[in-house]
């Protein structure tokens, strides 16, 4: 029941109105009898919503597209991850000061250890922008990480975090694809459009297939290399797992995945019936 003593949750981002989130969260909340709402936040001015957020004691956010950097000039702390990536996707107020976490990278690995081993494993990336950025981050870290991207030049910049970094082209990708064991794609190739970032000629058996696009659920790159025998995960279990990440921060329940997956594929079957 919501009454005078309600938290409010909520998204940031422009658009967000498919966002999977407020059913998540909200079913999180009752789940946990936790007295609090989330909602969804279609924002144009990012300055006066940081200061409605001071103002009105909001006690978290997540931050979507396009305000993850931008919302750092505005914050009170980060944390360690959220400094070095230089992007934020959830914010815990804490007693009034707005503190930044990125739980993107988290998120990955911990959906990834789902099904294989990452430690120590060699991961080919495909993808620098914001969501291959923290990926690379946290995978650096226990794994040999090669990243390809489009432009060159955002590939580079991420070997300050010991991976190498190379031009995506048909020739880089033909040579990792034999090298690695797990394959990643986090760019946004296959959103919402029937493309794939590794031609059929390249593909190889015995990868670990892993599409952080949700949208579809089957990515025309899952369904080949599926057919190829690979071993896929679908972008769901990142949007899953960083959800949690980002429920932990702000509650300390650590959620049951499970259950928001369960919830997220109904959310999205309805969303598909209202279309
Ligand atoms: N499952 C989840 O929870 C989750 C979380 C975050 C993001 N995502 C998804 O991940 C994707 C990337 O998100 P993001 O935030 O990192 O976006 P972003 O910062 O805009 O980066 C987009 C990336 O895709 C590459 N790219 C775009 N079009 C391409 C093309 N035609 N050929 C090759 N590369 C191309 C870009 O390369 P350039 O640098 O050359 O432009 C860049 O590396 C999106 O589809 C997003 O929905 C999923």
Known sequence: MIDAKTKLYGLIGKPVE???????????FKKYNINAVYLAFEVDDLESAVKGIRGL????????????????????GLSEEANAIGSVNTVVNREGKLIGYNTDGI????????????EGKRVLLLGAGGAGKAITYTLSRLAKVVVLNRTEKKAKELEK????GEKLSKESLEYY???????????????????TPIPKELLKEKLVVFDIVYSPLETKLLRE???FGCLTIDGLWMLIYQGAESFRLW????PDVEFMRKVALEALKSERRSI
């Open 107 to 118: 998120g990955t690995l911990k959906a990834l250890k789902r099904f294989t081993e990452v």
């Open 177 to 195: 694809l034999s090298w690695a064991d797990i394959v990643i794609n986090a760019t946004s190739l296959g959103m919402n459009e029937d493309k």
């Open 18 to 28: 498919h966002s999977l989130s407020p059913a998540i969260h909200n079913a999180l």
């Open 57 to 76: 004691k909001i006690s978290g956010l997540n931050v979507t597209m396009p305000y993850k950097e931008q919302i750092l000039e505005f914050l009170d």
């Open 161 to 164: 975090f010991g991976v190498k």
């Open 251 to 254: 509650t300390g329940v650590k």
């Open 225 to 227: 290399t599926r057919k």
